[in-house]
């Protein structure tokens, strides 16, 4: 048996140094690399099992082909000369009909391989399909980030270790990046460290940590602004750092003034003395590490509420100090040059780009959304599931049922998006590909070489790119490269060790210094932090931003129609919607669940383990309750993504959500979302009369 290093592809900022058991052509056990600074040995319990994954007998093996209606999932195999000749002429076809902005390429982080994950961006400009723009995950937060800090980057994450408070805001690292804990551990033995977890629930995080704030969603930069009021307050701001490094410290302090803690509490649903008792903790070190997450950000007003927590350690001066500041991604230390990959040097503006998130709205030929550009008539998808993990998923559904649009999936596993596509094709493991790797969560760039062949005919992104490139007449220097030459070349293009040396090496850390990664030398911008963002510089929804760190109330209100907001969590076994095909990981997640408040549920006559069914305009589902006070009433949470076949009906939970453009550069708002609750009997009576 040999023991081979690569690095975990999946969507999660941890991108974990691994080491895996290979004998005979199959994978065994995962572990995580105890070398790696940052991994520490440590890995998640869904990918320690991959072997169940790679192995699968559901895995797609052989291309295929569409024979009932559409998302009926009747499918006959087929050739991949006959799979990729079929996708060529229909996109041929249809760009001769419509023109090339009429083709779609679309993808996500499926893979978060350089090559894997984006070189389907080459094969669309070189041939001026429509551009994509990626808003699904990250948008709303770079917009939140880069408003005051201006650069995507930030105290070394393995510092939490030496912090004396780590406060995790809007985040369940225990579910999603299970590495932050091991250095939030390590700060708890050796410093008595305190972990601060703000979150609308008491998520499997906040049960472990010290002070647990479930504020009502889409509260947090009330929170951050009267934490801000009581360090002014209580005499904990550092004037001169704010008088060096930001712009605007006495509209700020003026500003302030009329937010205290009781006006916080309103909107936040906290009570004063949980905001002091935080504000305390917080403004009592130095040595404070925020590390923010992704789930705060998901809201209409989700992009001001990351401003005005980065504006926390700013008005304090906590960035200067070894293990402060705030953190949350490090993307901005990767000057990769991915022209190879991505075909760069042949990308045009002037092709038209449309939203991802919103998927939905330009199937079904939104204008807004399609601009002057044609309706979309021919997709090719690669590394994501939009049937189940897009917004409005009733309307991304009425979308795929077009008799005029043509799908091609390429997946691993038969998704509920793969079963409305025209021709499916089988895709490979991280396993069974090479592929090179940052990690936006810590500092490392690795190369993961493929370990074992693939089942069956199944084939990697970069030959589905090559095989249609060759029919199309794409051409570019990276269709003729093997994906260890495009990563080898990548590598040297970008100023890092050559591939062969990467392997020897295993990983390269590319932390910056602490000058740098502490902004002492001034911040993105020209220098200084904003407190008084340029909104209209990042995206064109900054309508109603806020010119000041300040709660925006633009969130979809809980009202008599629909009195609970929604929030949809991660779950701890899925990874949007990968893993769900493994039965031991849908053992442990149970079924689709609501959390709901004891107070809301008797309120409701619904019991533990009831049927409810959750609605509103765009749709309903139902679930299961579970009676759970870790939460404010009014708030349901649903940890997912479960496949909408686990769902009565057939529809995921994603049916709730409104794909709308959060402000100000566009985003999805799945933690925004206001529904109604019922028990299930007690709808279907209401329907039948
Ligand atoms: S924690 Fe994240 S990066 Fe690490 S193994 Fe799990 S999914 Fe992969």
Redesign the pocket.
């Known amino acids: 048996m040999d023991i081979r290093a690569t690095a ?3 969507d ?5 140094a ?1 080491e895996i058991e290979v004998r005979d052509g199959r994978i065994g056990a ?1 572990h ?1 690399a105890k070398a790696n600074s940052y ?1 520490a040995g440590v ?2 319990a ?3 099992r991959y072997a169940e994954r790679v192995h699968h007998p559901d895995r797609l093996t052989h291309p295929l082909l569409r024979t009932g209606p559409k998302g009926a999932g009747q499918f006959r195999p087929i050739g991949w000369d006959e799979a990729l000749d079929r996708i060529a002429e229909a996109f041929q076809a249809v760009a001769a009909r419509y023109g090339a902005e009429a083709v779609w390429p679309y993808y996500y982080a499926g893979t978060m391989g350089l090559v894997q994950r984006d070189g389907i961006n080459r094969l669309r400009h070189v041939m001026r399909y429509s551009r994509q723009a990626n808003t699904i995950c990250t948008r709303i937060c770079e917009a939140g980030w880069m408003a005051g800090v201006g650069r995507i980057a930030g105290p070394d994450p393995r510092e939490m270790a030496d912090a004396d408070l780590i406060v995790m805001w809007g985040g369940n690292p225990v579910n ?4 932050v804990m091991t250095h939030i551990t390590r700060a708890r033995k050796q410093r008595g460290a305190a972990l601060v977890v703000v979150d609308p629930y008491r998520n499997a995080t906040a049960e472990v940590a010290d002070m647990h704030l479930a504020l009502r969603p889409g509260t947090d930069a009330a929170l951050a602004v009267a934490v801000m009021h009581i360090a002014l307050r209580d005499g904990h701001v550092d004037r001169d750092y704010m008088r060096r490094f930001s712009d605007d410290p006495p509209g700020l302090q003026a500003h302030l003034a009329a937010r205290p803690p009781p006006w916080a509490a309103a909107i936040t649903g906290l009570t004063v003395a949980e905001i002091e008792a935080f504000a305390a903790r917080y403004c009592a070190t130095e040595r404070a590490y925020i590390r923010c997450g992704y789930g705060f950000s998901r809201t209409r007003n989700g992009a001001a509420a990351l401003h005005a927590v980065t504006c926390l350690p700013t008005l304090t001066g906590k960035w200067k100090h070894p293990a402060g500041g705030a953190f949350w991604n490090h993307r901005a230390i990767y000057p990769w040059d991915k022209t190879l990959i991505e075909g760069l040097d042949v990308r045009s503006p002037a092709v038209r780009e449309l939203d991802m998130s919103r998927i939905g709205a330009v199937l079904t030929g939104d204008r807004a959304d399609l601009g002057a550009g044609p309706p979309v008539h021919a997709l090719l998808i690669q590394n994501t599931n939009p049937l189940t993990v897009a917004p409005d998923s009733n309307k991304v559904r009425r979308g795929f049922a077009r008799q005029d649009l043509f799908v091609a999936v390429h997946e691993q596993f038969m998704t509920e998006t793969a079963r409305w596509a025209d021709v499916v094709l089988p895709a490979t493991t991280f396993v069974e590909h090479d592929d090179l790797y940052n990690a936006g969560g810590h500092s490392h760039i690795q190369i993961g070489p493929k370990l074992i062949a693939p089942p069956g005919e199944c084939r990697s992104n970069h030959q589905v790119g090559q095989g249609l490139a060759a029919r199309l007449g794409a051409r570019h220097p990276g269709f003729d490269m093997t994906a260890m030459q495009l990563i080898d070349a990548t590598l040297k293009a970008s100023g890092w060790p050559d591939a062969e040396t990467l392997l020897r090496l295993r990983w390269v850390d590319a932390q910056e210094s602490f000058e740098a990664s502490h902004f002492l030398n001034g911040f993105g911008h020209d220098g200084k932090f904003r407190f008084a963002p340029d909104w209209a510089a990042i995206g064109p929804h900054h309508e109603g931003m806020p010119r000041l760190p300040d709660h925006m109330g633009n969130t979809d209100p809980a009202r008599p129609e629909a009195p609970f907001r929604l929030v949809t969590a991660p779950a701890r076994q899925f ?1 949007n919607t990968s893993f769900t095909e493994m039965a031991s990981g849908r053992k442990l997640e149970g079924r689709p669940t609501a959390l709901i408040h004891p107070a809301d549920a008797e309120r409701l006559g619904i019991e533990d383990g009831t049927r409810m069914r959750l609605g509103n305009v765009r749709g309903q589902v139902v679930v299961h309750a579970r009676l759970f006070d870790g939460l404010q009433p009014g708030v349901l949470v649903v940890e997912s993504i479960w496949p909408g076949t686990y769902f009565e009906g057939g529809i995921g939970i994603n049916a709730l959500i409104a794909d709308d453009p959060a402000p100000p550069a566009g985003g999805a708002v799945f933690h925004d979302t206001a529904v109604w609750a019922q028990a299930a009997e007690a709808t279907l009576a209401v329907a039948a009369d």
């Open positions: 975990c592809p999946h999660c900022p941890s991108t974990c691994l995962v995580g991994t890995i998640c869904k990918v320690a999603t990046q299970v590495n990874l």
